[in-house]
């Protein structure tokens, strides 16, 4: 190492200079001084390869310090952190898609915090089954022979072709072929199941008779899959699934549907239908032998996989090496059968994935007017001197992959603080304070869509807002 590097490598601060700020001790009490000493070694490493690579690198000790200040402040909090969602979207994938009900999150509590009957039977004092829990529930509400649970629907689709199909064939439309959020493609589920993909048809019309020509003594599925949010329009054409099952029992087939997300209750009301878009009660009426699908998206439970249908075909899979491997655990069991029981009762308004979406415009304005006065009263009390906030109508989306083509119409808070720069700064800056807002943006100006903000979210949109003003919080609450 040359003389001038040496010279510039002595300008980064020592590990004692930076154990030695003040700000170092709070965060000792959350991770341990270990802990902190790990980090900083390796910013100073990183630092360090930097100046060897460009020795004009431009820093200082202080920075050097806030860059190691923000790095152990990140690694001192949780990293799956409550958010407020205030873009409209009411299935959000990538904020954990539907919120539980009372009713469940205190069924998981009560689960995780004692021993229970997960598999063990009061009456018979002897061991019993994790499934029996949402069975008899799953079969009420959807009109099943049988029912089994997974930990998700992509280990609903695997288990189901495993069991049924491996090392023989599986017929499916070309036009279902989807790949959906995460890289889960259709074609490499099939495969990694065992299963021998044929797709007939193409990729627009596909009819019975590409079916019925493409069967041979090797298949065993007939496989039907919801495009999610791939919609094909124009020219279309597939076969019903009525015309599917009469086919698949002609020849002593399976026929099964992946519904991808779903539905006990009919969505119509809340202005959303469409033909590919059933509920699981709809899909087992026309014929299909089982159905598989997700319980964390529109039906509003924890994330899970159920697979329903023949009881034949659910025993089969009861009984799979591989079921072991995806069962779902006791916190997962008491949430679903909570959730379900809501439907039982009639109560499905609880779970608030249905009470969203089947919110009316109308009930939507009062509360976004509410939200507009506390955010222009939090204005006049700042030093800001432009500044636009309204109530805009909007459009809201259920999201999650689910009836991609229809609008839930609604309402929004329009925001607008030019002189704390554009749209996408001030969303940053309200993702970024301690409430982390996610929020939506139109025209150059950050939008709070009341439908998906739950009770006390105006107060930290109002919060988040009086932290990036530097006002302080006390003076939010009351606006």
């Known amino acids: 190492m040359d003389i001038k590097l040496q010279q510039i490598m002595k300008q980064i601060p020592s590990m004692d200079r930076l154990l030695s700020l003040p700000w170092v001790a709070e965060y000792e009490k959350r991770i341990g001084r270990e802990t902190i000493k790990s980090l900083i070694t390796r910013l100073l490493a990183d630092q360090r390869e930097k100046i060897k690579k460009d020795p004009d690198t431009a820093f200082d000790a202080d920075t050097i310090a806030e860059d190691a200040r923000r790095l152990i402040k990140k690694r001192s909090s949780p990293s799956l952190a409550p958010v407020v969602n205030a873009t409209g979207v009411v299935i959000h994938t990538n904020l954990g898609r539907s919120l539980l009900a009372k009713e469940a999150i205190d069924a998981i509590t009560a689960a995780a915090g004692s021993y229970c009957t997960l598999e063990y039977s009061l009456e018979e004092g002897a061991r019993g089954h994790r499934n029996d829990h949402v069975e008899w529930l799953l079969k009420r509400l959807t009109g099943a022979e049988a029912a089994l649970v997974v930990n998700n629907n992509a280990a609903a689709v695997i288990l189901a072709l495993t069991a049924l199909a491996k090392d023989r064939e599986s017929i499916i439309s070309r036009g279902e072929l989807v790949e959906i959020g995460g890289s889960f493609r259709i074609p490499e589920i099939m495969a990694l199941s065992g299963t021998k993909m044929i797709d007939v048809g193409t990729t627009n019309r596909t009819y019975l008779k590409d079916y019925e020509n493409a069967i041979t003594d090797e298949c065993a599925v007939l496989l039907k899959v919801h495009p999610s949010n791939y919609r094909i329009t124009g020219f279309h054409s597939a076969a019903t699934r009525e015309e599917l099952a009469a086919l698949a029992h002609s020849r002593g087939l399976v026929l099964m549907e992946d519904l991808g997300s779903g539905m006990l209750i009919d969505m119509s009301q809340a202005g959303l239908s469409g033909e590919n878009d059933p509920t699981v009660a709809q899909s087992l009426r026309s014929g299909c032998d089982i159905v598989t699908f997700s319980g964390d998206k529109l039906l509003g439970g924890p994330q899970i996989g159920v697979i329903a249908g023949r009881k034949d075909i659910i025993d089969k899979l009861k009984k799979h090496q591989l079921l072991r491997a995806l069962r779902v655990d006791k916190m997962t069991l008491a949430a679903f059968e909570a959730t379900l029981r ?86 940053e800056r309200l993702r970024m304070s301690s409430a982390h807002v996610i929020a939506g943006a139109s025209d150059d100006r950050v939008l709070f869509h009341v439908r998906t903000l739950r009770e006390k979210d105006g107060e930290r949109i109002s919060a988040a807002l009086a932290e990036i003003l530097g006002i302080g919080k006390e003076n939010c609450c009351d606006a």
């Open 342 to 427: 809501l439907y039982l009762r009639g109560e499905e308004n609880a779970v608030p994935t249905v009470e969203m979406i089947f919110r009316k415009k109308e009930e939507l304005l009062p509360e976004a007017r509410r939200l507009a006065r506390k955010l222009k009263a939090l204005m006049k009390k700042t030093k800001v001197q432009r500044y636009f906030v309204d109530v805009v109508p909007t459009t809201d989306t259920v999201g999650g992959g689910s009836f991609p083509q229809s609008e839930l119409p609604g309402y929004a808070v329009a925001l607008s603080l030019p002189e704390l720069g554009n749209s996408g700064r001030l969303a």
